[in-house]
């Protein structure tokens, strides 16, 4: 900073001649050298909503249709030769485009119900449809029941203490394993196959439900017994919004496994059903429907695994 100029005889303010004089001093001028190597950054213009949504979409999107179109030109360089033993993709689609165009051969779908025709050619997607209709009672009866189960244990000491050793006995036993006993039970396969998506799934929920049950923060507890709460208040107001992840959680496992174990019962039981069509598939040396039924099975599990997520989502907003 240049020096300031003494004062002059009337006491008034220094005199400068390299800036501004004030009663403070001196103000000199920012340097235009340093103004011009200054950098600032462009201001970026609004984007439309709808442009930033299809953006976030596609940014969401590409990164698995990347991966399965890696996939699926691996498979290819992997089984296109000819002499390869298992089906390549587009083999997979000559030899089972009747089943991949027409899914819903044979099937009458209506506003509260579904037919399929008997004793002739059905599309896979009757057969999915008749193993979704047996997990949904099945699944629905677990979750009932498993969340009342829950609540119980999660609430009461003793009925822990008593449950609880039993429940993790009978959660280890493969779904499988309950298929004869559920035939001696109930002599028929449909009410078989739903006995077997209730003692499969419900396992997960009890204890998910349990934990989350227990691990309400004190003073949650303290607030219902201030304001007198009553059993139904208490559960509306304070379980459920403290317990839904937990809850949640048990029943997205539960619908998974109860996807699981159907399919796997109709490869047993025969009849009808997506895990029928696997094993006749099979035993009619068509391995390209059977993928094609995989692949099925994989979507609607998905399916299934993200609407009761979306449930969850919206039942923990709403507490």
């Not at 709460?229 to 496994?257: K, S, W």
Request: hydrophobic share 50%.
């Amino acid at each position: 900073m240049a020096p300031l100029s003494p004062k002059s005889r009337n006491g008034g303010p220094p005199v400068s001649s390299g800036g501004t004089t004030t009663e403070l001093g001196v103000i000199l001028p920012y340097p235009e050298e340093a103004i011009a190597r200054r950098s600032f950054e462009p201001v970026a213009a609004p984007v439309n909503p709808i442009v930033s949504k299809g953006r976030a979409l596609i940014a969401a999107i590409l990164p698995t249709v990347v991966m399965i179109g890696a996939l699926l030109l691996f498979w290819q360089l992997l089984c296109g030769s000819p002499d390869a033993t298992f089906p390549s993709p587009v083999k997979v689609w000559q030899e089972s485009h009747d089943v991949v165009t027409h899914p819903f051969k044979g099937v009458k779908i209506g506003f509260t119900h579904f037919s399929i025709q008997d004793g002739g050619d059905v599309g896979i997607a009757g057969h999915v449809l008749t193993s979704l209709s047996r997990v949904l009672i099945g699944y629905s009866i677990a979750a009932i029941v498993g969340v009342a189960l829950g609540i119980l244990i999660g609430q009461s000491v003793c009925a822990f203490r008593a449950l609880d050793p039993l429940f993790q006995v009978l959660r280890t036993v493969p779904p499988l394993a309950w298929l004869p006993i559920s035939l001696a039970i109930f002599q028929q396969a449909q009410p078989s196959a739903i006995f077997l998506i209730f003692i499969t799934a419900i396992w997960p929920v009890i204890l998910n439900t349990a934990a989350g049950v227990q691990t309400i923060p004190a003073p949650y507890r303290n607030v219902a017994k201030v304001l007198a709460l009553n059993p139904v208040e208490y559960f509306v107001r304070i379980m459920l919004p403290a317990t839904v992840p937990h809850m949640f959680t048990g029943l997205r496992i539960g619908v998974g496994m109860s996807w699981l174990a159907i399919v796997a019962a109709e490869m047993v039981q025969g009849g009808t059903g997506v895990g029928f069509f696997i094993w006749d598939s099979y035993n009619s040396s068509l391995l390209t429907d059977t993928i094609v039924a995989l692949v099925w099975i994989g979507l609607v599990g998905f399916t299934l695994d993200r609407i009761v997520a979306f449930a969850g989502r919206v039942i923990s907003r709403a507490g």
